[in-house]
């Protein structure tokens, strides 16, 4: 246990150290893909590449998705700020899965070159991940991400993705490699206005221990430009069963993070310490069925086809 908090205080003395990395970026339009979707990974600094072990992979490293035991449902909401509210829903069981990312402002105020207001309006935008992943040999396994953005308002914008993975085990220590919209279309808006999509190596490491685990991420960020070196890091300690403790860092915030399981529900929350912004925490909840996707599907369009005759 001594271990546990000499890892995780480590980790913390790092944000000191960090925002001293930060060079000038630009902010992508389809950053909604920058939010991520789970409690667990943000208490981990955004370090998952490497682990990739539970339904997150399909946004982080879908060539972890082989590694699922069990059918797994997620879903995660917050009001960052208090200036808009982002909501993920996700599922996955061994080999793919998929999540539905929303993100949507509240009212603002729209001004004119000279500061003067103009009108009121929101943004809106919708993100679409599908994951699959394919156990190649007993340590190595492929990964294939379709990503699609849709922007809903103040204007009109769609555009796609692909990004292959993989992932590589090496007794404790895991390897992974995401080749971020290697192709992709950028956003196309109603307007006519295109804007490309930033293609980019990440590549992440994992070590595991008894109880403890250890993630780091060397990435460029879609957000970020021309600086490599952006790093996420971060450790988790499951000595406390059913109680498990995080921390991890970045170059834009820290974090501490804490889950409980109870039966086949997870519960996860995450506090980040942003370095330019106000505070904010995450939870998530995750639940897992040993039926797959698809038997679950059926039973849904079943009962929602009683649920129809019954009323009509």
Request: with cysteine; charged share 20%.
């Amino acid at each position: 246990m001594r271990g546990a908090w000499v890892g995780i205080g480590l980790i913390l003395s790092l944000c000191m150290v960090l925002p001293s990395l930060a060079a000038d970026s630009y902010i992508s339009t389809a950053s909604i893909f920058e939010f991520g979707v789970s409690a667990r990974s943000l208490g981990l600094g955004g370090a998952f590449i490497a682990l990739a072990d539970d339904e997150s992979a399909v946004f982080y490293n879908p060539a972890g998705l082989p590694q699922l035991s069990e059918t797994k449902y997620s879903s995660l909401f917050t009001r960052p700020f208090g200036a808009y509210s982002y909501g993920v829903l996700g599922a996955a069981e061994r080999g793919w899965g998929g999540y539905l990312l929303i993100l949507d402002s509240d009212t603002l105020e729209e001004r004119d070159l000279y500061g003067n207001p103009i009108g009121n309006f929101r943004y809106t935008s919708t993100g679409l991940l599908l994951g699959w992943g394919r156990q190649l040999t007993g340590s190595f396994s492929l990964g294939l991400q379709i990503k699609g953005y849709g922007l809903a308002s103040p204007i009109k914008g769609f555009g796609l993705a692909l990004s292959p993975s993989v992932l590589f085990h090496e007794g404790p220590r895991s390897y992974g490699i995401v080749w971020r919209n290697m192709l992709n279309t950028g956003t196309r808006f109603s307007d006519g206005h295109s804007e490309p999509w930033i293609s980019n190596m990440a590549v992440g490491l994992a070590w595991r221990f008894d109880k403890l685990t250890y993630c780091i991420d060397f990435t460029e960020n879609l957000i970020t430009r021309g600086d490599i070196r952006c790093v996420r890091m971060g450790c988790e300690y499951t000595g406390f069963d059913p109680i498990v403790l995080r921390a991890g860092t970045n170059r834009d915030w820290s974090s501490v993070g804490v889950s409980v399981h109870w039966k086949d529900l997870r519960i996860d929350v995450a506090y980040l310490l942003h370095y330019a912004l106000p505070d904010s925490y995450i939870v998530s909840l995750s639940y897992e069925r040993t039926s797959s996707l698809a038997e679950e599907l059926i039973k849904s369009i079943r009962w929602f086809g009683n649920l129809l005759r019954k009323t009509f």
